[in-house]
Protein backbone atom coordinates (compact mmCIF):
# COMPACT_ATOMS: atom_id res chain seq x y z
CA UNK A 1 0.00 0.00 0.00
CA UNK A 2 1.12 2.97 -0.88
CA UNK A 3 1.59 5.69 2.08
CA UNK A 4 3.40 9.08 0.88
CA UNK A 5 3.72 11.78 3.15
CA UNK A 6 3.63 14.12 0.19
CA UNK A 7 -0.50 13.32 -0.06
CA UNK A 8 -1.16 15.83 3.00
CA UNK A 9 0.04 18.44 0.95
CA UNK A 10 -2.12 17.31 -2.17
CA UNK A 11 -4.89 16.77 0.37
CA UNK A 12 -4.66 20.13 1.92
CA UNK A 13 -4.95 21.82 -1.23
CA UNK A 14 -8.23 20.15 -1.84
CA UNK A 15 -9.62 21.20 0.92
CA UNK A 16 -8.08 24.46 1.48
CA UNK A 17 -7.47 25.61 -2.14
CA UNK A 18 -7.27 29.60 -1.31
CA UNK A 19 -6.34 29.31 2.50
CA UNK A 20 -2.19 30.93 2.83
CA UNK A 21 0.26 28.31 2.95
CA UNK A 22 3.69 29.91 3.14
CA UNK A 23 4.62 33.17 4.07
CA UNK A 24 8.15 35.06 4.90
CA UNK A 25 7.10 37.51 7.34
CA UNK A 26 4.11 39.41 6.96
CA UNK A 27 4.34 38.44 2.95
CA UNK A 28 1.99 35.94 1.92
CA UNK A 29 4.01 33.81 -0.50
CA UNK A 30 1.24 31.02 -1.47
CA UNK A 31 -1.81 29.29 -1.09
CA UNK A 32 -2.11 25.51 -0.59
CA UNK A 33 -3.55 25.40 -4.63
CA UNK A 34 -0.50 27.41 -5.70
CA UNK A 35 2.28 25.93 -3.65
CA UNK A 36 1.21 22.48 -4.03
CA UNK A 37 1.11 22.88 -8.03
CA UNK A 38 4.65 24.69 -7.85
CA UNK A 39 5.61 21.24 -5.89
CA UNK A 40 4.60 19.01 -8.13
CA UNK A 41 6.71 21.28 -11.14
CA UNK A 42 9.96 20.93 -8.71
CA UNK A 43 9.06 17.25 -8.05
CA UNK A 44 8.80 16.87 -12.35
CA UNK A 45 12.64 18.33 -12.18
CA UNK A 46 13.49 16.09 -9.73
CA UNK A 47 11.80 12.92 -11.37
CA UNK A 48 13.51 13.86 -14.67
CA UNK A 49 17.18 13.83 -12.98
CA UNK A 50 17.22 11.24 -9.96
CA UNK A 51 15.50 7.80 -9.27
CA UNK A 52 13.08 6.69 -6.61
CA UNK A 53 15.37 6.18 -3.20
CA UNK A 54 17.84 8.10 -4.07
CA UNK A 55 18.86 11.15 -1.32
CA UNK A 56 18.74 14.92 -1.74
CA UNK A 57 21.06 17.12 0.74
CA UNK A 58 19.47 20.26 1.88
CA UNK A 59 22.05 22.76 3.79
CA UNK A 60 20.07 25.94 3.96
CA UNK A 61 19.50 28.59 6.53
CA UNK A 62 15.50 29.18 7.30
CA UNK A 63 14.13 30.12 3.87
CA UNK A 64 10.29 29.60 2.36
CA UNK A 65 11.99 26.89 -0.57
CA UNK A 66 12.85 24.43 2.44
CA UNK A 67 9.02 23.93 2.64
CA UNK A 68 9.07 23.24 -1.54
CA UNK A 69 12.26 21.13 -1.48
CA UNK A 70 10.91 19.06 1.35
CA UNK A 71 7.30 18.38 0.18
CA UNK A 72 8.73 18.02 -3.39
CA UNK A 73 11.90 15.54 -2.78
CA UNK A 74 8.98 13.35 -1.04
CA UNK A 75 6.51 13.72 -4.11
CA UNK A 76 9.33 12.49 -6.56
CA UNK A 77 9.79 9.62 -4.26
CA UNK A 78 13.31 10.75 -2.99
CA UNK A 79 14.30 11.35 0.62
CA UNK A 80 15.41 14.26 1.89
CA UNK A 81 18.57 15.21 3.72
CA UNK A 82 18.24 18.35 5.97
CA UNK A 83 21.49 19.52 7.53
CA UNK A 84 22.79 21.31 9.86
CA UNK A 85 23.58 24.79 7.78
CA UNK A 86 25.91 25.73 10.74
CA UNK A 87 28.29 22.92 10.56
CA UNK A 88 31.77 23.19 8.90
CA UNK A 89 32.33 22.42 5.26
CA UNK A 90 34.27 19.22 6.26
CA UNK A 91 31.36 17.86 8.32
CA UNK A 92 29.26 19.10 5.61
CA UNK A 93 31.02 17.08 3.24
CA UNK A 94 31.22 13.60 5.25
CA UNK A 95 27.41 13.87 5.45
CA UNK A 96 26.57 14.26 2.08
CA UNK A 97 29.18 11.65 0.99
CA UNK A 98 27.62 8.79 3.51
CA UNK A 99 24.03 9.93 2.85
CA UNK A 100 24.80 9.05 -0.73
CA UNK A 101 23.67 12.15 -2.14
CA UNK A 102 22.82 12.57 -5.73
CA UNK A 103 21.55 16.66 -5.64
CA UNK A 104 22.46 19.02 -2.87
CA UNK A 105 20.38 22.56 -2.47
CA UNK A 106 21.95 25.53 -0.65
CA UNK A 107 21.03 28.75 -0.19
CA UNK A 108 23.07 31.57 -2.00
CA UNK A 109 25.18 32.58 1.76
CA UNK A 110 25.88 28.84 1.96
CA UNK A 111 26.74 27.95 -1.43
CA UNK A 112 30.59 29.42 -2.15
CA UNK A 113 31.70 26.73 0.70
CA UNK A 114 28.94 23.63 -0.69
CA UNK A 115 30.14 24.53 -4.74
CA UNK A 116 33.32 22.99 -4.45
CA UNK A 117 33.02 20.03 -2.47
CA UNK A 118 33.99 16.79 -4.67
CA UNK A 119 31.66 14.08 -3.12
CA UNK A 120 31.41 10.60 -4.34
CA UNK A 121 28.15 10.25 -6.56
CA UNK A 122 26.79 13.92 -6.01
CA UNK A 123 26.05 15.84 -9.59
CA UNK A 124 25.65 19.27 -8.74
CA UNK A 125 25.14 21.63 -5.56
CA UNK A 126 22.04 24.04 -6.14
CA UNK A 127 21.50 27.54 -5.53
CA UNK A 128 18.09 27.97 -4.25
CA UNK A 129 18.41 31.65 -5.57
CA UNK A 130 19.84 30.66 -9.03
CA UNK A 131 19.05 30.13 -12.50
CA UNK A 132 19.23 26.42 -11.95
CA UNK A 133 16.18 26.04 -9.45
CA UNK A 134 13.84 27.84 -11.47
CA UNK A 135 14.58 25.33 -14.15
CA UNK A 136 13.89 22.37 -12.59
CA UNK A 137 10.71 24.47 -11.36
CA UNK A 138 9.50 24.69 -14.75
CA UNK A 139 8.22 21.14 -16.06
CA UNK A 140 4.75 20.37 -16.08
CA UNK A 141 3.51 18.61 -12.69
CA UNK A 142 3.83 15.34 -11.56
CA UNK A 143 1.25 12.68 -10.09
CA UNK A 144 3.04 11.52 -6.28
CA UNK A 145 5.16 8.81 -6.46
CA UNK A 146 3.87 5.53 -4.95
CA UNK A 147 5.92 4.81 -1.37
CA UNK A 148 5.74 2.18 0.83
CA UNK A 149 5.38 2.62 4.82
CA UNK A 150 8.96 1.74 5.47
CA UNK A 151 10.63 3.51 2.82
CA UNK A 152 13.04 6.39 3.56
CA UNK A 153 11.70 9.69 3.90
CA UNK A 154 13.96 11.76 5.75
CA UNK A 155 17.88 11.56 6.89
CA UNK A 156 18.49 13.15 9.94
CA UNK A 157 22.37 12.98 10.71
CA UNK A 158 23.21 13.00 14.81
CA UNK A 159 26.19 12.76 15.77
CA UNK A 160 26.92 9.62 18.65
CA UNK A 161 30.25 9.15 20.92
CA UNK A 162 32.46 7.68 18.73
CA UNK A 163 32.39 11.22 16.92
CA UNK A 164 30.71 10.50 13.54
CA UNK A 165 27.20 11.56 12.43
CA UNK A 166 25.17 9.03 11.61
CA UNK A 167 22.34 8.96 9.58
CA UNK A 168 18.73 8.51 11.25
CA UNK A 169 16.32 6.50 8.77
CA UNK A 170 12.95 8.26 9.87
CA UNK A 171 10.36 6.64 6.98
CA UNK A 172 6.76 7.92 6.05
CA UNK A 173 5.54 5.56 8.46
CA UNK A 174 8.17 7.05 11.61
CA UNK A 175 7.22 10.60 10.23
CA UNK A 176 3.01 10.05 10.02
CA UNK A 177 2.87 8.54 13.34
CA UNK A 178 4.76 11.91 14.87
CA UNK A 179 2.49 13.46 13.20
CA UNK A 180 -0.67 12.09 14.21
CA UNK A 181 1.03 11.98 17.86
CA UNK A 182 1.14 16.25 17.15
CA UNK A 183 -2.98 16.34 16.56
CA UNK A 184 -3.08 13.72 19.56
CA UNK A 185 -0.92 15.10 22.51
CA UNK A 186 0.45 18.58 21.50
CA UNK A 187 -2.32 20.70 20.25
CA UNK A 188 -5.11 21.06 17.69
CA UNK A 189 -4.35 23.27 14.51
CA UNK A 190 -7.20 25.11 12.98
CA UNK A 191 -7.17 25.93 8.89
CA UNK A 192 -5.54 29.52 8.96
CA UNK A 193 -3.10 28.82 12.35
CA UNK A 194 0.56 29.92 11.64
CA UNK A 195 4.08 28.25 12.64
CA UNK A 196 6.65 31.00 12.65
CA UNK A 197 9.70 28.96 11.79
CA UNK A 198 12.35 30.43 14.59
CA UNK A 199 14.61 27.86 14.97
CA UNK A 200 16.31 25.98 12.13
CA UNK A 201 14.18 23.82 9.75
CA UNK A 202 16.59 21.51 9.40
CA UNK A 203 15.59 20.28 12.89
CA UNK A 204 12.89 20.87 14.95
CA UNK A 205 10.73 23.30 13.62
CA UNK A 206 10.97 22.04 10.10
CA UNK A 207 8.93 18.93 11.39
CA UNK A 208 6.40 20.77 13.05
CA UNK A 209 6.18 22.20 9.34
CA UNK A 210 4.18 18.60 8.66
CA UNK A 211 1.53 18.89 11.13
CA UNK A 212 0.52 21.88 9.76
CA UNK A 213 0.42 21.71 6.68
CA UNK A 214 -1.89 18.33 6.96
CA UNK A 215 -4.11 20.64 8.81
CA UNK A 216 -4.06 23.79 6.47
CA UNK A 217 -1.98 25.83 8.58
CA UNK A 218 0.24 28.42 7.25
CA UNK A 219 4.28 28.85 7.70
CA UNK A 220 5.86 31.25 8.08
CA UNK A 221 9.30 31.74 7.77
CA UNK A 222 11.18 35.33 9.33
CA UNK A 223 12.40 37.83 7.22
CA UNK A 224 15.88 36.88 9.52
CA UNK A 225 16.03 33.72 8.73
CA UNK A 226 16.46 33.14 12.36
CA UNK A 227 15.45 33.92 15.67
CA UNK A 228 15.13 37.45 16.90
CA UNK A 229 12.42 38.43 19.87
CA UNK A 230 11.46 41.52 18.45
CA UNK A 231 10.72 39.93 15.42
CA UNK A 232 8.70 37.52 16.65
CA UNK A 233 6.70 40.35 18.40
CA UNK A 234 6.33 42.13 15.37
CA UNK A 235 4.72 38.79 13.57
CA UNK A 236 2.43 38.16 16.38
CA UNK A 237 0.78 41.27 15.47
CA UNK A 238 0.31 39.95 11.73
CA UNK A 239 -0.77 36.66 12.04
CA UNK A 240 -2.69 34.46 14.82
CA UNK A 241 -3.12 31.41 16.02
CA UNK A 242 0.81 31.25 16.25
CA UNK A 243 2.85 28.20 17.05
CA UNK A 244 6.63 28.87 17.58
CA UNK A 245 8.86 26.02 17.94
CA UNK A 246 11.84 26.94 20.78
CA UNK A 247 14.66 25.84 22.53
CA UNK A 248 14.40 26.80 26.61
CA UNK A 249 17.31 29.52 25.97
CA UNK A 250 14.84 31.03 23.03
CA UNK A 251 11.97 30.86 25.54
CA UNK A 252 14.38 32.64 27.94
CA UNK A 253 14.95 35.50 25.56
CA UNK A 254 11.32 35.76 25.11
CA UNK A 255 10.52 36.40 28.17
CA UNK A 256 13.63 39.08 28.98
CA UNK A 257 12.87 41.15 25.90
CA UNK A 258 11.46 44.44 26.88
CA UNK A 259 8.85 44.57 24.16
CA UNK A 260 5.46 45.33 25.42
CA UNK A 261 3.64 43.56 22.73
CA UNK A 262 0.26 42.15 22.27
CA UNK A 263 0.66 38.44 22.54
CA UNK A 264 -2.97 37.37 21.68
CA UNK A 265 -1.82 36.11 18.35
CA UNK A 266 0.37 33.33 20.13
CA UNK A 267 -1.44 30.41 20.73
CA UNK A 268 1.39 28.32 21.95
CA UNK A 269 5.07 27.68 22.38
CA UNK A 270 5.86 24.35 22.02
CA UNK A 271 9.71 23.93 23.62
CA UNK A 272 12.28 20.85 23.76
CA UNK A 273 15.67 20.31 22.98
CA UNK A 274 17.18 21.01 26.32
CA UNK A 275 16.74 21.70 29.96
CA UNK A 276 13.80 23.88 31.08
CA UNK A 277 14.66 25.42 34.57
CA UNK A 278 11.28 25.56 36.55
CA UNK A 279 11.93 28.81 37.65
CA UNK A 280 12.66 30.26 33.86
CA UNK A 281 9.20 28.01 33.09
CA UNK A 282 6.83 29.89 35.58
CA UNK A 283 8.75 33.23 34.11
CA UNK A 284 6.98 32.26 30.40
CA UNK A 285 3.78 30.98 32.09
CA UNK A 286 3.82 34.42 33.87
CA UNK A 287 3.96 36.17 30.60
CA UNK A 288 2.57 34.41 28.14
CA UNK A 289 -0.48 32.76 29.85
CA UNK A 290 -0.87 28.43 29.62
CA UNK A 291 0.34 28.54 26.05
CA UNK A 292 3.63 26.36 26.84
CA UNK A 293 4.07 22.47 25.70
CA UNK A 294 6.80 20.74 26.63
CA UNK A 295 8.03 17.92 24.35
CA UNK A 296 11.20 15.54 24.53
CA UNK A 297 12.38 13.44 21.38
CA UNK A 298 15.79 12.92 19.96
CA UNK A 299 16.61 12.67 16.46
CA UNK A 300 15.95 8.60 16.52
CA UNK A 301 12.48 9.10 17.52
CA UNK A 302 11.90 12.66 16.72
CA UNK A 303 9.73 15.06 18.74
CA UNK A 304 7.59 12.13 20.40
CA UNK A 305 8.94 10.41 23.20
CA UNK A 306 6.98 12.28 26.09
CA UNK A 307 4.88 15.69 26.23
CA UNK A 308 4.31 17.84 28.62
CA UNK A 309 0.79 19.77 27.54
CA UNK A 310 -0.76 22.83 27.89
CA UNK A 311 -3.33 21.26 30.70
CA UNK A 312 -0.57 20.28 32.98
CA UNK A 313 1.16 23.69 32.85
CA UNK A 314 -1.97 24.96 34.08
CA UNK A 315 -2.76 22.60 36.96
CA UNK A 316 -1.10 24.37 39.20
CA UNK A 317 -3.56 23.10 42.30
CA UNK A 318 -1.68 19.74 41.84
CA UNK A 319 0.18 18.55 44.96
CA UNK A 320 3.39 17.50 42.62
CA UNK A 321 3.24 21.02 40.17
CA UNK A 322 6.22 22.00 40.70
CA UNK A 323 8.03 17.96 40.35
CA UNK A 324 5.73 17.78 37.11
CA UNK A 325 7.40 21.23 35.75
CA UNK A 326 11.11 19.80 35.92
CA UNK A 327 9.82 16.50 34.09
CA UNK A 328 9.29 16.07 30.63
CA UNK A 329 6.14 14.82 31.09
CA UNK A 330 4.43 11.25 29.94
CA UNK A 331 4.85 8.89 27.05
CA UNK A 332 2.55 10.45 23.83
CA UNK A 333 -0.09 8.15 22.78
CA UNK A 334 1.02 5.20 21.30
CA UNK A 335 4.48 5.23 22.24
CA UNK A 336 5.75 3.35 24.97
CA UNK A 337 8.70 4.82 27.36
CA UNK A 338 10.21 2.33 30.11
CA UNK A 339 13.41 3.45 32.42
CA UNK A 340 15.27 0.11 32.70
CA UNK A 341 18.49 -1.29 34.10
CA UNK A 342 21.80 -1.99 32.70
CA UNK A 343 20.04 -5.39 31.41
CA UNK A 344 17.37 -3.76 30.11
CA UNK A 345 15.12 -4.78 32.86
CA UNK A 346 12.01 -2.31 33.75
CA UNK A 347 12.81 -0.48 37.18
CA UNK A 348 10.10 0.70 40.06
CA UNK A 349 9.15 4.34 40.11
CA UNK A 350 11.70 6.40 41.27
CA UNK A 351 14.65 4.55 40.61
CA UNK A 352 17.04 5.53 37.88
CA UNK A 353 18.06 3.79 34.32
CA UNK A 354 18.18 4.40 31.34
CA UNK A 355 15.51 5.52 28.98
CA UNK A 356 14.25 3.28 26.48
CA UNK A 357 11.25 3.67 23.78
CA UNK A 358 9.25 1.94 21.10
CA UNK A 359 6.86 2.59 18.93
CA UNK A 360 6.08 3.77 15.00
CA UNK A 361 8.20 7.04 15.73
CA UNK A 362 11.17 5.08 16.34
CA UNK A 363 13.74 4.95 13.56
CA UNK A 364 13.88 2.46 11.34
CA UNK A 365 17.89 2.16 11.82
CA UNK A 366 21.15 3.86 11.37
CA UNK A 367 21.76 4.59 7.40
CA UNK A 368 24.14 1.89 6.29
CA UNK A 369 25.77 1.17 9.81
CA UNK A 370 23.81 -1.91 11.12
CA UNK A 371 26.37 -2.24 13.74
CA UNK A 372 25.33 1.31 15.61
CA UNK A 373 21.16 -0.02 14.80
CA UNK A 374 21.65 -3.57 16.31
CA UNK A 375 22.78 -2.21 19.56
CA UNK A 376 20.87 1.04 19.70
CA UNK A 377 17.65 -0.89 18.77
CA UNK A 378 18.24 -4.51 20.56
CA UNK A 379 15.27 -6.38 21.70
CA UNK A 380 12.89 -3.65 19.95
CA UNK A 381 13.50 -0.79 22.03
CA UNK A 382 15.07 2.41 21.27
CA UNK A 383 17.89 3.07 24.05
CA UNK A 384 17.75 6.73 23.97
CA UNK A 385 21.27 6.89 26.36
CA UNK A 386 19.45 9.36 28.90
CA UNK A 387 18.99 8.92 32.10
CA UNK A 388 16.04 9.67 34.33
CA UNK A 389 13.33 8.04 36.56
CA UNK A 390 9.84 8.01 36.32
CA UNK A 391 7.02 8.74 38.65
CA UNK A 392 4.14 6.26 39.74
CA UNK A 393 1.88 8.81 37.40
CA UNK A 394 3.98 8.21 34.73
CA UNK A 395 6.07 11.47 34.44
CA UNK A 396 9.33 11.28 33.51
CA UNK A 397 12.27 13.00 34.86
CA UNK A 398 15.71 13.31 32.74
CA UNK A 399 19.05 13.10 35.40
CA UNK A 400 21.37 12.94 32.83
CA UNK A 401 22.35 12.38 28.85
CA UNK A 402 24.64 9.32 29.13
CA UNK A 403 26.05 10.28 25.64
CA UNK A 404 27.32 13.72 27.57
CA UNK A 405 26.19 15.56 24.80
CA UNK A 406 26.16 19.38 25.60
CA UNK A 407 23.03 21.44 24.42
CA UNK A 408 24.19 24.85 23.50
CA UNK A 409 21.35 27.09 22.37
CA UNK A 410 19.57 24.23 21.45
CA UNK A 411 22.25 23.24 19.33
CA UNK A 412 24.02 19.46 20.46
CA UNK A 413 27.21 19.38 20.62
CA UNK A 414 29.26 15.96 21.18
CA UNK A 415 32.22 16.64 23.33
CA UNK A 416 34.04 13.24 21.32
CA UNK A 417 33.86 15.37 18.03
CA UNK A 418 35.39 18.36 19.72
CA UNK A 419 38.37 16.28 21.70
CA UNK A 420 39.63 14.43 18.42
CA UNK A 421 40.32 17.94 16.99
CA UNK A 422 42.14 19.11 19.68
CA UNK A 423 43.93 16.61 20.36
CA UNK A 424 45.73 17.58 16.73
CA UNK A 425 47.43 19.92 18.50
CA UNK A 426 51.30 18.80 19.34
CA UNK A 427 50.87 20.65 22.93
CA UNK A 428 47.91 18.72 24.19
CA UNK A 429 48.37 15.39 25.51
CA UNK A 430 45.24 14.78 26.44
CA UNK A 431 41.66 16.35 26.44
CA UNK A 432 38.48 15.89 28.17
CA UNK A 433 35.33 18.60 27.22
CA UNK A 434 32.19 19.24 29.19
CA UNK A 435 29.47 21.44 29.60
CA UNK A 436 29.26 24.30 31.75
CA UNK A 437 26.07 26.11 32.67
CA UNK A 438 25.03 29.46 31.11
CA UNK A 439 22.37 31.75 31.78
CA UNK A 440 22.31 32.54 28.12
CA UNK A 441 22.90 29.76 25.93
CA UNK A 442 22.12 26.49 28.38
CA UNK A 443 25.46 25.46 28.25
CA UNK A 444 28.56 26.57 27.03
CA UNK A 445 31.99 24.20 25.94
CA UNK A 446 34.81 23.67 28.43
CA UNK A 447 37.79 21.95 27.02
CA UNK A 448 40.14 20.30 30.21
CA UNK A 449 43.54 20.44 28.62
CA UNK A 450 46.59 18.16 30.13
CA UNK A 451 49.69 19.98 28.29
CA UNK A 452 52.62 18.00 26.89
CA UNK A 453 55.52 20.52 28.27
CA UNK A 454 54.17 24.16 27.92
CA UNK A 455 50.48 24.66 27.75
CA UNK A 456 49.13 25.39 24.02
CA UNK A 457 48.14 29.01 23.08
CA UNK A 458 44.38 29.58 22.91
CA UNK A 459 44.38 31.34 20.10
CA UNK A 460 46.07 28.40 18.53
CA UNK A 461 43.50 25.80 19.67
CA UNK A 462 40.47 27.90 18.69
CA UNK A 463 42.44 28.23 14.85
CA UNK A 464 42.13 24.30 14.55
CA UNK A 465 38.67 24.01 15.92
CA UNK A 466 37.35 26.74 13.37
CA UNK A 467 39.39 24.90 10.62
CA UNK A 468 37.61 21.68 11.12
CA UNK A 469 34.34 22.09 13.03
CA UNK A 470 31.62 24.29 12.76
CA UNK A 471 32.00 27.92 14.94
CA UNK A 472 29.17 27.19 17.54
CA UNK A 473 31.36 23.91 18.61
CA UNK A 474 34.53 25.93 19.68
CA UNK A 475 35.02 25.78 23.50
CA UNK A 476 34.69 29.32 25.33
CA UNK A 477 37.13 28.63 27.24
CA UNK A 478 40.19 26.10 28.16
CA UNK A 479 41.17 24.93 31.34
CA UNK A 480 44.63 23.56 31.27
CA UNK A 481 45.14 20.39 34.62
CA UNK A 482 48.22 18.31 35.53
CA UNK A 483 45.74 15.43 34.42
CA UNK A 484 42.20 13.76 33.57
CA UNK A 485 40.32 12.19 36.80
CA UNK A 486 39.74 8.91 35.88
CA UNK A 487 38.08 5.80 37.07
CA UNK A 488 39.57 2.50 37.69
CA UNK A 489 39.14 1.15 34.04
CA UNK A 490 40.60 4.76 32.83
CA UNK A 491 37.44 5.96 31.93
CA UNK A 492 37.87 9.80 32.35
CA UNK A 493 34.78 11.07 35.28
CA UNK A 494 33.61 14.39 33.54
CA UNK A 495 31.32 14.69 36.84
CA UNK A 496 34.68 15.59 38.65
CA UNK A 497 35.16 18.05 35.92
CA UNK A 498 32.26 19.96 36.36
CA UNK A 499 32.37 19.98 39.99
CA UNK A 500 36.51 21.34 39.06
CA UNK A 501 34.32 24.44 37.18
CA UNK A 502 31.90 24.75 39.82
CA UNK A 503 34.68 25.61 42.49
CA UNK A 504 36.45 27.63 39.92
CA UNK A 505 39.75 24.80 39.70
CA UNK A 506 41.91 24.99 36.80
CA UNK A 507 43.51 27.78 35.10
CA UNK A 508 43.24 29.15 31.80
CA UNK A 509 45.30 28.11 28.45
Not at 292 to 316: F, N, R, W
Not at 333 to 338: A, P, S, Y
Amino acid sequence: MSVNIAQLLVRAACIHPQRPALARGERLLASYAELATHVGRLAAGLAARLKPNDRVGLVMKNCPQYVELMFACWHAGLAAVPINAKLHPKELEFILADSGARLCFATADLYPALAPLAVTGMEQVVDVDGPDYARLCAAAPVAVASRAADDAAWLFYTSGTTGRPKGVTLTHRNVMAAILNYSSDVDSIAPGDAIIHAAPMSHGSGFYMLPHVARGGLNVVTESGGFDPAEIFSLLQVHSGVTLFAAPTMVKRLVDHPADADTSGLKTIVYGGGPMYVADCKAALRRFGFKLVQIYGQGESPMTITCLDKALHADVAHPRYEQRLASVGHAFTGVEVRVADADDQPLPAGEIGEVLVRGDVVMAGYWNNPGASAETLRDGWLHTGDVGSMDEDGFLTLKDRSKDVIISGGSNIYPREVEEVLLRHSAVSEVSVVGQADPEWGEIVIAFIVPRGAAPDSAELDALCLDNIARFKRPKRYVVVDSLPKNNTGKVLKTRLRELLATGGGSPA
